[in-house]
């Protein structure tokens, strides 16, 4: 059974910094591309930065520069640097991974930036 479980989330001032964390169980973790997805209240969930099983990241233009996502596959573990923080990444922050084209989230947790 897939899991993806994530952590790191809490509440931080506008610039401050965050690492969130998900760990994978129950697929194969080194062969698959993981993502990293938010969806802020009433806003529809949006992809933040992806990386391949070889590595090769992605961000989408509102957090390149800011965010960086890596890898441990000896941890089975996807991490999401954030760095300069502002009060539109406030969201909840999914893990994701496909398999088969059948996608897998993580249960989400809540990054809240405000002073």
């Known amino acids: 059974q897939v899991q993806l479980v994530e952590s790191g989330g809490g509440l931080v001032p506008p610039g401050g910094s965050l690492r969130l964390s998900c760990a994978a169980s129950?697929?194969?973790?080194?062969?698959?591309?993981m993502g990293w997805y938010r969806q802020a209240p009433g806003k529809q969930r949006e992809l933040v930065a992806r990386?391949?099983?070889?590595?090769?990241?992605n961000y989408v233009d509102f957090v390149k520069g800011r965010f960086t996502i890596s890898r441990d596959n000896a941890k089975n573990t996807v991490y999401l640097q954030m760095n300069a923080l502002q009060g539109d990444d406030t969201a909840v922050y999914y893990c994701?991974?496909?398999?088969?084209?059948?996608?897998?989230w993580g249960q989400g947790t809540q990054v809240t930036v405000s002073s």
């Open positions: 129950g697929i194969a973790f080194s062969i698959y591309t």
């Open positions: 994701n991974t496909y398999l088969i084209g059948v996608p897998y």
């Open positions: 990386i391949t099983a070889s590595g090769t990241t």
